[in-house]
């Protein structure tokens, strides 16, 4: 049996922020996480991707943002269950709660934060009849390594903000890149959507529109795609392709989570944004993606700002009764379990006698 003070469901960047702040408040930390790493979707989904509304920071790589998180907290040595997934939750009569994983690890804590982001995915896949057999020969369906697609013909499919960035980015990358969306218009950022148009008219990024892939070629590995045009008189374009990547987006699912007797609206876990972010479970939390509240913003940014509330709310909940008077890191500084100090030098002010 694994026992902390907190356990957090999910090792996203909300939820590897969260042992942060609970650190701080000198309060032990365990995170479960299905994925084999700790990161979430930056790890798993797109560690290659920049990100651009960190603060202090124009401009980060999804994976540089959970390498910097981790050196954050190791101060504070979290616990670890990857690889496994969160499947029951039993409340005990003394208020404290036992989740255990599908692999039978149960672990026991007063509060449990839940911080999984949009939960788990499973991508869209387009209705090709045989895009089983090219998956991991040639089809992908999220790109982790862009590096695998150098001197390669790639074929993406979407009209998203994914599939012109990596259409875009892997200009620069693949031999050839072609771009292929249903419509004429696309539902992406507009200066993403005018420089895809400029690169095309470079050459550099083949664009079909109002065209969609239908078939798939090849035999030990994709060798090939058939596009289908909208219009009937232009019929079907061969293209020869090392990889296709339909970027159609992720269904979130809840999974397990959701059986747990928590409010949920539209696959999201409603909370009490008034006050600490709290379930209606009495020390269940829910911060990150994973909640909804009115005026909710999915973003990285808001996720930070509800793990830190939600720990002033935790501590309160494991010590009833005891004051915490909240310290800037600028005055007290960052203290590990590990035993390291890290705080501002002090000024010496000295004295002169005439």
Same mark, same amino acid.
């Given at each position: 049996?694994?026992?902390?003070?907190?356990?957090?469901?999910?090792?996203?960047?909300?939820?590897?922020?969260?042992?942060?702040?609970?650190?701080?408040?000198?309060?032990?930390?365990?995170?479960?996480?299905?994925?084999?790493?700790?990161?979430?979707?930056?790890?798993?989904?797109?560690?290659?991707?920049?990100?651009?509304? $960190?603060?202090?920071?124009?401009?980060?790589?999804?994976?540089?943002?959970?390498?910097? *998180?981790?050196?954050?907290?190791?101060?504070?040595?979290?616990?670890?269950? *990857?690889?496994?997934?969160?499947?029951?939750?039993?409340?005990?009569?003394? !208020?404290?709660? &036992?989740?255990?994983?599908?692999?039978?690890?149960?672990?026991?804590?007063?509060?449990?934060?839940?911080?999984?982001?949009?939960?788990?995915? +499973?991508?869209?896949?387009?209705? &090709?009849?045989?895009?089983?057999?090219?998956?991991?020969? !040639?089809?992908?369906?999220?790109?982790?390594?862009?590096?695998?697609?150098?001197?390669?013909?790639?074929?993406?499919?979407? !009209?998203?903000?994914?599939?012109?960035?990596?259409? &875009?980015?892997?200009?620069?990358?693949?031999? +050839?890149?072609?771009?292929?969306?249903?419509? /004429?218009?696309?539902? !992406?950022?507009?200066?993403?959507?005018?420089?895809?148009?400029?690169?095309?008219? *470079?050459?550099?990024?083949?664009?079909?529109?109002?065209?969609?892939?239908?078939?798939?070629?090849?035999?030990?590995?994709?060798?090939?795609?058939?596009?289908?045009?909208?219009?009937?008189?232009?019929?079907?374009?061969?293209?020869?392709?090392?990889?296709?990547?339909?970027?159609?987006?992720?269904?979130?699912?809840?999974?397990? $989570?959701?059986?747990?007797?928590?409010?949920?609206?539209?696959?999201?876990?409603?909370?009490?944004?008034?006050?600490?972010?709290?379930? /209606?479970?009495?020390?269940?939390?829910? $911060?990150?993606?994973? /909640?909804?509240?009115? %005026?909710?913003?999915?973003? $990285?940014?808001?996720?930070?700002?509800?793990?830190?509330?939600?720990?002033?709310?935790?501590?309160?909940?494991? /010590?009833? %009764?005891?004051?915490?008077?909240?310290?800037?890191?600028?005055?007290?500084?960052?203290?590990?379990?590990?035993?390291?100090?890290?705080?501002?030098?002090?000024?010496?002010?000295?004295?002169?006698?005439?």
């Amino acid at each position: 049996m694994i026992k902390t003070d907190i356990l957090i469901i999910g090792a996203g960047p909300t939820g590897l922020f969260t042992v942060f702040e609970a650190g701080l408040l000198k309060l032990k930390t365990h995170l479960i996480d299905a994925l084999p790493q700790p990161g979430g979707q930056c790890s798993e989904i797109y560690p290659k991707k920049p990100i651009y509304d $960190i603060p202090a920071f124009p401009e980060i790589l999804a994976g540089d943002l959970v390498d910097n *998180l981790m050196q954050q907290i190791k101060p504070f040595e979290p616990g670890f269950t *990857l690889g496994e997934r969160a499947e029951t939750l039993e409340k005990l009569d003394d !208020g404290s709660f &036992i989740v255990t994983t599908n692999k039978g690890t149960k672990h026991h804590a007063p509060v449990v934060v839940i911080a999984g982001g949009l939960g788990s995915f +499973e991508p869209r896949k387009p209705l &090709i009849s045989n895009i089983g057999d090219f998956e991991d020969k !040639g089809v992908a369906y999220i790109i982790k390594d862009p590096e695998v697609y150098r001197g390669k013909k790639v074929v993406i499919s979407g !009209g998203g903000d994914s599939a012109l960035d990596w259409a &875009i980015f892997l200009s620069d990358v693949a031999a +050839e890149v072609s771009l292929v969306h249903r419509r /004429n218009e696309f539902r !992406g950022a507009l200066d993403s959507v005018e420089k895809a148009s400029e690169l095309a008219k *470079l050459g550099k990024i083949k664009l079909f529109t109002q065209a969609e892939v239908v078939k798939l070629y090849g035999d030990d590995h994709l060798e090939a795609v058939v596009v289908k045009h909208n219009d009937e008189s232009k019929g079907e374009t061969y293209v020869e392709a090392d990889n296709f990547i339909p970027l159609f987006g992720l269904s979130p699912k809840l999974g397990p $989570i959701g059986d747990w007797g928590l409010e949920i609206e539209k696959n999201a876990i409603k909370v009490n944004n008034a006050y600490d972010y709290q379930t /209606n479970i009495p020390g269940v939390y829910a $911060i990150g993606d994973v /909640n909804t509240y009115p %005026g909710k913003l999915k973003l $990285i940014l808001s996720g930070f700002h509800e793990a830190a509330v939600m720990c002033q709310s935790a501590y309160q909940l494991i /010590n009833p %009764g005891k004051r915490y008077v909240m310290k800037y890191t600028t005055v007290g500084g960052v203290t590990g379990f590990d035993g390291s100090k890290k705080e501002a030098k002090k000024e010496v002010v000295q004295s002169i006698m005439a």
